[in-house]
């Protein structure tokens, strides 16, 4: 089990993910993890996409329905949140993958 988190960086996560409500943007909790990133906090996606999941399930993402979409070829199928009525299939992903010559380890090093 991972240690809890900052609460300002939950307040984040938070804060990022309703702005992509409002604005009734389609996206994963990866798109809201890589934002909170840019911000400059320095978490894992494994250790934040949790709180993106919960807010959908307690009720905090309103007008919204989520579904499993295969978003990257070979890899697992990931949960799109999208306004109801709207199809997940349109999603993009909104992140751009890393270098070539750069690891995911390599963004945590300083």
Same mark, same amino acid.
């Given at each position: 089990?991972?240690?809890?988190?900052?609460?300002?960086?939950?307040?984040?996560?938070?804060?990022?993910?309703?702005?992509?409500?409002?604005?009734?943007?389609?996206?994963?909790?990866?798109?809201?993890?890589?934002?909170?990133?840019?911000?400059?906090?320095?978490?894992?996606?494994?250790?934040?996409?949790?709180?993106?999941?919960?807010?959908?399930? &307690?009720? @905090?993402?309103?007008?919204?329905?989520? =579904?499993?979409? *295969?978003?990257? +070829? $070979?890899?697992?199928?990931?949960?799109?949140?999208?306004?109801?009525?709207?199809?997940?299939?349109?999603?993009?992903? &909104?992140? @751009?993958?890393?270098?070539?010559?750069? =690891?995911?380890? *390599?963004?945590? +090093? $300083?």
């Amino acid at each position: 089990m991972s240690k809890p988190l900052d609460p300002l960086l939950v307040g984040t996560i938070q804060q990022v993910t309703l702005d992509k409500v409002a604005k009734n943007e389609l996206f994963t909790a990866f798109d809201v993890s890589r934002t909170v990133q840019n911000m400059g906090h320095r978490e894992r996606h494994n250790n934040m996409k949790e709180h993106v999941h919960e807010l959908f399930t &307690t009720g @905090q993402m309103t007008g919204y329905d989520r =579904t499993l979409v *295969a978003v990257e +070829q $070979g890899k697992p199928e990931a949960w799109v949140y999208h306004p109801q009525g709207v199809d997940a299939r349109t999603y993009t992903p &909104t992140y @751009q993958p890393l270098p070539n010559n750069m =690891t995911p380890g *390599a963004f945590y +090093q $300083g």
